[in-house]
């Protein structure tokens, strides 16, 4: 009993912001509400925010290696890609029926974590850091998508599925669930959104107790100080690698959920504008905190897609422009550099009381 208790006790720790009976009655609240939130809402209109949770995992992950880690990687969309086209070639060759679509997810996410080992192990073992490292994965993730844009003719196919070059795959089954009385078929709607929502909450308490881990605590030492690490006797290619694999495993859950969404994945969503993006939203929001990482990603893409439809030739404007001035003013990000302050400030005004 009590090794659950402190299991569970790494959910607070020095490594996330939010502690207390006040932050967990604020998370019980948050997540009420988002659970409310399809009772005062339509199905099409709940299916759309389904697309705004996708993009959540990956920037979690991202959030592990680079935030945590300090190891800044353009990968994710490639993993996001790996894991969204395993899945279509998977179900459109052996469909959905007895729930296989639940172990299509998983194989996708099998195939992004494998090639992120792969990649991986040749990267921090071959002692690959810095710059170097975020142009090796950016030279992956362009390559990815050049690839898979020009399997536009007929003989690219794996058994029933057709790459499709440019116009990318699409017709693959949505999520389906075993039920008593009939398979639950998840499709953009009210059943996706809590399925993806549980998932959400599921990870994100997840990986608030691994960063507060030994685990946590090493790879937060290797980003301050990887020679001092080093020297303590941490091999951190390792743990750099296994923050690497798991950011990855998380942007392929980002892909499978997006395809499963749109049932549609396109060789774009590999491309240097879709690279870019997920480094400001884990930047705006606060790359070393996952409670900033969410609200930031969920705010940034939410004004994105404001602007897509208001304004489209700006929208990209406004991202590079936003990365820029938070970088400038507030290197932390906007919303933990927020959340520092307000700390701060409690604490001024509870020594000026006594």
Do not use: C, H
């Amino acid at each position: 009993m009590q090794g659950v208790l402190r299991f569970l006790g790494q959910l607070e720790g020095p490594q996330t912001i939010g502690r207390g009976p006040g932050f967990w009655s604020l998370f019980v609240v948050v997540v009420a509400a988002a659970a409310a939130y399809p009772l005062f809402s339509d199905g099409y209109t709940v299916g759309n925010s389904v697309y705004f949770f996708t993009w959540v995992f990956m920037a979690l992950g991202l959030s592990l290696i680079w935030g945590y880690g300090g190891a800044l990687s353009f990968g994710q969309t490639a993993f996001f890609g790996i894991a969204g086209y395993g899945y279509g070639i998977l179900t459109i060759n052996f469909g959905s029926d007895y729930g296989f679509t639940l172990v299509a997810l998983v194989l996708a996410l099998v195939f992004a974590a494998a090639f992120a080992l792969l990649l991986g192990y040749f990267m921090f073992y071959g002692r690959i850091a810095g710059v170097f490292l975020g142009i090796v994965t950016l030279s992956i993730t362009l390559v990815l998508e050049r690839f898979m844009a020009q399997t536009a003719g007929p003989e690219w196919k794996i058994g029933a599925a057709r790459l499709n070059g440019f116009n990318g795959m699409s017709a693959m089954p949505p999520l389906t669930v075993p039920w008593p009385g009939g398979p639950l078929v998840l499709f953009p709607d009210v059943e996706l959104y809590y399925f993806v929502l549980g998932l959400l909450v599921l990870v994100y308490l997840a990986l608030r107790i691994l960063v507060n881990s030994s685990f946590g605590n090493v790879l937060v030492a290797i980003r301050e100080n990887p020679q001092r690490a080093e020297m303590l006797g941490y091999d951190i290619r390792k743990y750099q690698l296994i923050a690497f694999v798991i950011g990855a495993a998380l942007a392929g859950l980002s892909g499978v959920l997006y395809t499963t969404w749109g049932q549609y994945i396109t060789p774009s969503s590999m491309g240097m504008t879709a690279a870019s993006l997920p480094i400001v939203w884990v930047a705006v929001g606060g790359r070393s905190d996952l409670t900033a990482t969410v609200i930031g990603t969920i705010a940034v893409l939410s004004g994105f897609q404001a602007l897509t439809i208001y304004g489209s030739q700006y929208a990209l404007v406004v991202m590079g422009l936003l990365l820029v001035v938070t970088v400038l003013a507030a290197p932390k990000g906007l919303i933990l550099g927020l959340a520092e302050a307000a700390g701060r400030l409690t604490r001024r005004k509870g020594s000026d009381a006594r």
